[in-house]
């Protein structure tokens, strides 16, 4: 994959509000950890399966992939969520070939509000802004990081697929 690919408007508002409002409503657990030598940061909740928001995103993902979702193996699904003022790290998240979804669940979005993903790309980096309803695919071998909200909770649902051996 050589860009970084933008969605918007990815689910019905019906959807997208239901998404938004499981954020809200789920327990979380304290710290992801993106690297060895780093400490873990934000608040992290595993989707389960069994979860109805699952299938939702697994299928609507797998449409907007086409022919290339057999080539493709869902590992891991969460929502991550980042207080005001905390600084998240550079990260990747797989090998070259393998996909990140991200989507913004929030309801509301002004350019001061920040929370941008950051993705560094040769000498740039790169701000994708968490515009309400918005899914950003990219590969999971890139360089990236959350940025937090000023003034609120920033909640992101990330989907992690396997590119499987040819």
């Keep these: 994959m050589d860009s ?6 990815y689910f ?9 409002d499981y954020c809200l409503r789920c327990n979380y657990s304290y710290g992801e950890v993106d690297n060895d030598n780093t400490p873990p940061t934000g608040l992290v909740h595993e989707i389960p399966p069994t979860h109805e928001i699952y299938p939702l995103i697994e299928m609507r993902i797998k449409k ?4 290339d979702a057999p080539k493709y193996n869902l590992y891991r699904m ?8 905390e600084n998240p790290y550079f990260h990747t998240d797989g090998k070259e070939g393998d ?12 350019v001061d509000d920040g929370g941008e993903t950051q993705i560094y790309v040769g000498d740039i980096i790169q701000g994708y802004p968490p515009i309400p309803n918005r899914m950003v695919l990219f590969d999971a071998s890139l360089l990236h990081r959350a940025t937090c909200f000023r003034d609120k909770y920033r ?11 040819k």
């Design 78 to 85: 969460y929502v991550n969520c980042f207080a005001p003022s």
């Design 12 to 20: 019905t508002p019906r959807e997208h509000k239901f998404i938004h």
């Design 155 to 165: 909640f992101t649902i990330a989907v992690k697929y396997q590119l499987l051996d």
């Design 4 to 9: 970084v690919m933008v969605s918007d408007d």
């Design 64 to 67: 907007s992939m086409a022919e």
């Design 99 to 110: 996909l990140t979804f991200l989507y913004y669940p929030n309801t509301e979005w002004e």
